[in-house]
């Protein structure tokens, strides 16, 4: 298989990646109460969670948000939460199954701008050999 679907392709670092979803939330859906500080440590507990129990995601200036939040500043979040899940026929060093590589990838942005654009922002310069995840085909 050639891997042409006719997905959309982005270019993160050297390789070609399609995108395989993406998906748009708003990320203060369900909120009763709360403060922008109190909402940047409860996403920043979720991510860095989801962060520690696998490989091939990246949160988007993840650094940025914990920074945010140790500072308390008193702004909220971009209002929209996007994920975007992007595969690739490239595989690891010594890997001989049959399979394909993939990265989800987080980020924040405010409702009406344009998340291909963004998304293609994002993951070029990302080192994707270093970031994405082993799946293996099973047939």
């Known amino acids: 298989m050639n891997g042409d679907l006719g997905l959309r392709t982005f270019r993160v670092g050297e390789i070609h990646a399609e995108l395989r979803e993406l998906h748009m939330e708003d990320d203060l859906e369900g909120m009763i109460e709360g403060t922008p500080y109190l909402h940047r440590r409860f996403r920043i507990r979720q991510l860095e969670k989801r962060l520690a129990a696998s490989r091939g995601l990246y949160v988007h200036d993840l650094d940025g948000i914990r920074a945010d939040a140790a500072a308390r500043v008193d702004t909220w979040l971009p209002r929209v939460r996007v994920q975007a899940r992007l595969t690739a026929y490239w595989l690891p060093d010594g890997v001989i ?22 998304l293609a922002e994002i993951v070029r310069p990302l080192d994707w050999p270093a970031l994405a995840r082993f799946e293996a085909d099973y047939d």
């Open 97 to 118: 199954d049959d399979g394909h590589t993939e990265l989800s990838v987080v980020w924040f942005q405010h409702p009406g701008e344009d998340p291909f654009g963004r």
